[in-house]
């Protein structure tokens, strides 16, 4: 079950002002992904985006990007940022993301999965990422306890053929 926090206006505002941005984790990801395939950097999904601080950090490496969340608050100030033209923000729940199987490159989620309903969403991640996609969970930790089924935390690298990359800020 996920747990939902950071949605009202002012929570929404003191993290903009607040959060400090994870570009370190980003280069790391970006590597990886450029490394491995270096032209399948089509469309990139920040899932928990809240004010979209890690979102616009993909906009140089994507053709687009998409930043979602369930807090309108949250993406009332991503809005407020000033966005490069190919990213964009969805109101959606991290377990059905509003995008077809296969389609996307990257799925990321930064200081956000631990809120998310982990099983739901890593099927949801599975379903719209391409074979060889990347899941990237960043995250200040790395004692965030990852569960799907009976699949231990480091074998989730194996899910579907993609790469699920546990990134700590
Ligand atoms: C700690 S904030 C991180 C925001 C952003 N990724 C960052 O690093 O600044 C967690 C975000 O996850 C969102 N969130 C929590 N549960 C969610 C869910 N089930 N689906 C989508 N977003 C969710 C919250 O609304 C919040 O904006």
Partial sequence: M????????????????YRVTPDEL???????????????????????????????????YFTKIVGTDVSPAQLEMALTNENPPN????????EKLPFASGEVDL??????????D??????????????????ALLSYSMNIELEYGDVSNTTLNDISGNDAFYFSE
């Avoid at 270096?38 to 140089?60: E, Y």
């Fill in 87 to 94: 990213v964009s923000y969805r109101e959606c729940p991290a």
């Fill in 26 to 60: 980003i280069s790391t990801v970006m590597s990886y992904m450029k490394n491995k395939e270096p032209n399948q950097c089509n469309l990139a999904v920040d899932v928990g985006c809240g004010s979209g601080q890690g979102t616009v950090l993909l906009a140089p």
């Fill in 107 to 116: 799925v990321m989620a930064v200081t956000a999965a631990h809120w998310f």
């Fill in 118 to 135: 982990r099983e739901k969403f890593l099927l949801e991640a599975d379903r719209v990422l391409r074979p060889g996609g990347c899941l």
């Fill in 2 to 17: 996920s747990v939902r926090l950071f949605e009202g206006r002012d929570h929404a505002a003191a993290y903009l002002q």
